[in-house]
């Protein structure tokens, strides 16, 4: 059988993480795969961090990030330099996973080069052109042009049907995110900074936030912070610890409404080993991330969604997450009820993650074997 040439594209840490197990996976497959990997690195210092800990090389690293880049600038030095790695390897099936400018950029180039695109993490919807912005129009134009659509879950797959999509090319594979922290997680793991170190996590009720949406910026963002910082006032045996993004808006926002609370832990971003380790010792999750809606139900920790809406409804219905949006008095209610039910805690740590069982790089893999 010739074996299937096979270009994995990513850029950013979450793409990292949950590339990293297809990226195993195809190099146990040598009879099967020739394999490359390409990094445009959009985040730069984000995306190393995750290559280090998962031993993962490149083969093309276009190094495309600057400080201020627009979303045009990312995504032209990402066509450009995605021109010449595919004109370089000649790939039989180019792999993109989710929905950042990256996504969007490798399905584009490998179309332009009539190469085979299959999407991980495919069929993902908030209903909402501008929020999450601008990933909820990259994961559409991504499906656009994508032949294999990796759905993880039967929602996704439906989205992608309702939209005309060929059922024969969506698979149901469950998230690679889930297989990734399969690796990651150790309940003995002792944390580099010895503030995290010395906090109680037995005793203490320790909320874990993290908070970067662009649409969340300002006024939203706001009513967040300060909902934390009420119910931080109002219970003594809550602390706070929030890994804060760089972008200096949030900071800015983080340091007005947090200054000088001594269960309040303002910290430097941290790797995604030591985050998810972290997020395994907290008591629940307030967050406006999608991979942390999928990774905190594995690890039974509740999570409060601080979005208007979200593209994984499937936490939602199946009770390990709960979309709370960002009115402070909504969220500090919804804080409330899991600080002091404890049926409600157990409900929603206890319910079944729905993003499946730790094995989707394999069937991705299968699915590409049996399908190219």
């Not at 007005?256 to 395994?280: A, C, G, Q, W």
């Not at 009115?327 to 600080?339: F, H, M, P, V, W």
Request: glycine letters at 6%.
């Amino acid at each position: 059988m010739k074996k299937i040439k096979v270009l994995v594209i990513f850029g950013t840490r979450p793409e990292a993480v949950k590339m990293a197990p297809i990226v195993k996976a195809l190099k146990k497959n040598p009879d099967a795969f020739v394999s490359k990997i390409c990094v445009t690195a959009q985040h730069r210092y984000m995306l190393d961090q995750v290559l280090r800990i998962f031993d993962i090389q490149p083969d093309y690293d276009l190094n495309i990030f600057e400080d201020g880049q627009t979303l045009t600038q990312i995504t032209c030095r990402a066509l450009m330099g995605l021109e010449e790695v595919i004109e370089d390897f000649k790939p039989d099936l180019v792999l993109v996973q989710g929905d950042t400018t990256t996504v969007f950029s490798g399905a584009l180039a490998a179309f332009y080069h009539q190469v085979k695109i299959g999407h991980v993490e495919a069929g993902l919807r908030s209903g909402n052109l501008y929020s999450p912005y601008p990933e909820e129009v990259n994961r559409i134009l991504t499906g656009v042009l994508a032949d294999f659509h990796f759905a993880p879950t039967q929602t996704s797959k439906n989205n992608l049907l309702r939209e005309g999509y060929d059922e024969s090319k969506i698979f149901i594979t469950g998230n690679t995110s889930i297989d990734a922290l399969k690796w990651v997680i150790d309940e003995n793991y002792i944390f580099e900074d010895e503030a995290i170190n010395k906090i109680d996590f037995k005793n203490k009720k320790v909320i874990l936030l993290t908070a970067h949406r662009r649409e969340n910026i300002g006024r939203p963002m706001e009513n967040i912070f300060s909902a934390l910082k009420d119910i931080v006032e109002e219970n003594r045996d809550v602390e706070v610890i929030y890994p804060m993004h760089l972008n200096p808006k949030v900071r800015e926002i983080a340091h007005k409404v947090f200054k000088s609370m001594e269960r309040v832990h303002l910290i430097e971003p941290l790797d995604y080993l030591p985050f998810t380790n972290l997020m395994n010792k907290c008591y629940l999750v307030v967050t406006d991330s999608g991979g942390v809606q999928e990774e905190a139900p594995s690890l039974g920790k509740p999570v409060l969604v601080v979005r208007r809406e979200t593209e994984r409804p499937e936490g939602i219905e199946a009770g390990t997450a709960r979309l709370v949006g960002t009115d402070r008095a909504n969220i500090c209610k919804e804080l409330n009820i899991l600080l002091h039910d404890q049926e409600e805690y157990k409900k929603m740590a206890n319910s079944v993650n729905p993003y499946g069982d730790g094995r989707a790089a394999e069937y991705i893999i299968q699915a590409i074997k049996d399908n190219f």
